[in-house]
């Protein structure tokens, strides 16, 4: 079975500080993970994922399977950056297929005062 | 708008009542997801399919069925309606090779009364 954990309903910080958004999943397989999110009055969007380890908007995370975890960090928080985070979750089968379905987390919602 | 759409934005409707939601996939895209997001479960995957076909399913009630058409737009058919099936359906769809990012649409707002 698939989970995905986001401990933080909500998340508030100051604009320039710190942010990390904090993502546990389960999965016995080989895991493939993805942040997404939904601004206001916006629709969800992919963010970034783990398998192409980029940097979106300033917003980096890392696959750490001893963990089981992929915490969603950025140095300095924007006031744009407030918006609903969604961790989710795909399996790879064997021969490297996906699943396709997405195991979502509760997601967070991030606000970032000025 | 070459994303995905879906219709109609909202829908009211009362108990034991039938409705259909239409999704249109991204032009290009063969897979299509259903999606429901409610307060309690959060987003929760319902249903795919791959170019008509069905391909993997999630915690859909039996009330719930899908299908996906020739010219792969899909419809998610949901009867007997619950107050409890009051909730946002998602549509999201992608070429549906590995692990391809999902692009989803607008999203139907459902209330049972």
């Known amino acids: 079975a698939q989970r995905v954990t986001q401990p933080e309903k909500l998340l508030s910080v100051f604009k320039g500080a710190p942010v990390e958004l904090k993502c546990n999943y389960s999965y016995s397989g080989s895991p493939e993970l993805f942040w997404y999110v939904q601004y206001s009055r916006q629709r969800l969007q992919l963010l970034l994922r783990?398998?192409s380890r980029e940097s979106i908007k300033g917003f980096t995370a890392d696959l750490n399977k001893g963990e089981t975890s992929f915490h969603l960090k950025k140095p300095f928080a924007q006031e744009e950056d407030s918006a609903m985070y969604y961790c989710?979750?795909?399996?790879?089968?064997?021969?490297?297929?996906?699943?396709?379905?997405?195991?979502f987390g509760q997601g967070t919602i991030l606000t970032v005062h000025p | 708008d070459s994303g995905v759409t879906q219709t109609p934005k909202h829908l009211i409707t009362a108990t034991g009542q039938r409705v259909t939601l239409r999704c249109s996939p991204r032009s290009g895209d063969l897979s299509v997801y259903w999606y429901q997001q409610s307060l309690d479960q959060g987003l929760q995957f319902l249903i795919q399919y791959y170019n008509g076909e069905e391909r993997a399913k999630g915690n859909i009630l039996e009330r719930f069925s899908a299908q996906q058409f020739p010219d792969l737009h899909s419809e998610l058919n949901l009867s007997s309606l619950e107050l409890g099936d009051s909730a946002l359906y998602f549509c999201a769809s992608n070429v549906g090779r590995t692990a391809d990012t999902q692009y989803f649409g607008p999203g139907t707002r459902l209330t049972v009364l």
């Open positions: 783990h398998i």
């Open positions: 989710a979750l795909s399996g790879i089968g064997a021969g490297g297929t996906s699943y396709g379905k997405l195991t």
